[in-house]
């Protein structure tokens, strides 16, 4: 059974920063496409970024480009998300999630692998 934990989130002022980890519990993650999505109260689950298997591509929401930066760490198992330059339209529940063959996606349904979810707040 795959397993995936995401951690790093926490409380952060208007402009911080904060990398996310989301570690998975693979032998061949290099066989993983990987994705953050994240969640606000009283809204849908959104993409924020994906990565190729092979890190050779990358995606962003236009919310986040130029402010976040997803990369990853195959003999690690893991899959960061480094958040700079926060705003308060930020805060929000972030998943981890990893599809096996699959391609860099913002399709929530195209994952069948998902974290816990790390809740970040950005104070104004």
């Known amino acids: 059974e795959v397993q995936l934990q995401a951690s790093g989130g926490g409380l952060v002022q208007v402009g911080g920063s904060l990398r996310l980890s989301c570690a998975a519990s693979?032998?061949?993650?290099?066989?993983?496409?990987g994705a953050w999505f994240r969640q606000a109260p009283g809204k849908e689950r959104e993409g924020v970024s994906c990565?190729?298997?092979?890190?050779?591509?990358?995606s962003y929401a236009d919310s986040v480009k130029g402010r976040f930066t997803i990369s990853r760490d195959n003999a690690k198992n893991t899959i960061y998300l480094q958040m700079n330059s926060l705003k308060p339209e930020d805060t929000a529940v972030y998943y981890c999630a990893a599809a096996k063959w699959g391609n860099c996606s913002s399709d929530y349904a195209s994952y069948r692998y998902w974290g816990q979810g790390t809740l970040v707040t950005v104070s104004s």
């Open positions: 693979i032998f061949t993650f290099n066989d993983y496409a």
């Open positions: 990565i190729s298997r092979s890190a050779g591509r990358t």
